[in-house]
């Protein structure tokens, strides 16, 4: 079977496109999280945003032109990818809701769903480098649950500094 060079030239492109918006989505998101006072956190969270949805735009492109040649697991697993992906947009919307009301303790559920996506990215960083790295399967689920563990308790300490702060300053 002969994979055109026209196929080969928009998988990579929609990888790098990938890869690019993933990366900007995990700096304006830690970024987000450490700007709750500034003035420029909408326009940081924003970016941060944008760059969700064209992570998951082209992570699906990527999907779509690899259709032909996926077997039933991989598009198993990379349909699972896409209910993530949608699941991260749908937490990021709330994150955005959150911070555009600033209500009472706004912060708190603003990191909460900016950790999970900033989680997420990081699990998605670690274990495709582990899978690129050729590691056994229990070295890239061992990576994905250590990132998973070293997340939350950042997110855990973030949420603990924010709520000092916060009680500090009232």
Known sequence: MSISNDYITMHILFIVLHTISGLLA?????????????????????????????????????????????????????????????????????????????????KIPFIEHVGFNLISLFDGFVIVLAIDLKFPVWGTITIGILGVIIGISVVNRIKLKTKAGSSGSG
């Not at 700007?35 to 969270?45: I, Q, T, V, Y």
């Not at 992570?59 to 039933?72: E, K, N, R, T």
């Not at 937490?91 to 600033?102: C, E, H, I, P, T």
């Open 26 to 106: 995990f700096i304006y998101g830690w970024i987000s999280l450490h700007k709750l006072e500034n003035n420029s956190l909408k326009k940081l969270f924003l970016t941060f945003l944008i760059s969700l949805i064209c992570l998951d735009i082209f992570m699906i492109g990527a999907i779509i032109v690899d259709i032909p040649s996926l077997s039933q697991g991989q598009l198993f697993t990379f349909s699972g990818l896409t209910l993530l992906g949608l699941y991260m947009l749908y937490r990021g919307y709330q994150a955005y809701l959150v911070q555009k009301s600033r209500r009472n303790n706004w």
